[in-house]
Nanobody, 121 residues
Framework: QVRLVESGGGLVQAGGSLRLSCAASERTVSTYAMGWFRQAPGKERVFVAAISRSGGSTLHAVSVRGRFTISRDNAKNTVYLQMNSLKPEDTAVYYC??????????????WGQGTQVTVSS
C-alpha cells in the first residue's frame, strides 16, 4: 500500500505560481509512475500531468502545457507540480496518484487526499 500526501496548495492571484508536492510513504517510490489530476467544482477529475518511474518521460495535458511542469526526486520520495502563470480556471482540488504501469493507465491505483488550489482573478 502506498500512501500519498499532497501539500503546497493555497490561494494565489492570477499570473502567480505555486508548487505542489506529493510525498509518498514507500521507500521504493521510484518503482511507481506518478501523476497529478485535478477536479474543479461540479466537474469530473481530469488528468494534469504524469512522470515515468525514472523521470525520463513526462506527459502534460494540453491545458497546462508550457505553464505546469511535473518532476520527481526519488531520493526524497516526492513528486512536484510547478504551476506558473496560473489562471482562475486552474482552480480545483489537485490529487496525486501512483501506479506501477507506464504508459500511465486510465485508472490509477493509489491516490492522495488532495490539496485545494484557488486562483483569484
Amino acid at each position: 500500500q502506498v500512501r500519498l500526501v499532497e501539500s503546497g496548495g493555497g490561494l494565489v492571484q492570477a499570473g502567480g505560481s505555486l508548487r505542489l508536492s506529493c510525498a509518498a510513504s514507500e521507500r521504493t517510490v521510484s518503482t511507481y509512475a506518478m501523476g497529478w489530476f485535478r477536479q474543479a467544482p461540479g466537474k469530473e477529475r481530469v488528468f494534469v500531468a504524469a512522470i515515468s518511474r525514472s523521470g525520463g518521460s513526462t506527459l502534460h495535458a494540453v491545458s497546462v502545457r508550457g505553464r505546469f511542469t511535473i518532476s520527481r526526486d526519488n531520493a526524497k520520495n516526492t513528486v512536484y507540480l510547478q504551476m506558473n502563470s496560473l489562471k482562475p480556471e486552474d482552480t480545483a482540488v489537485y490529487y496525486c496518484a501512483a501506479d506501477s504501469r507506464w504508459p500511465p493507465p486510465d485508472i490509477w491505483r493509489y491516490w492522495g487526499q488532495g490539496t485545494q488550489v484557488t486562483v483569484s482573478s
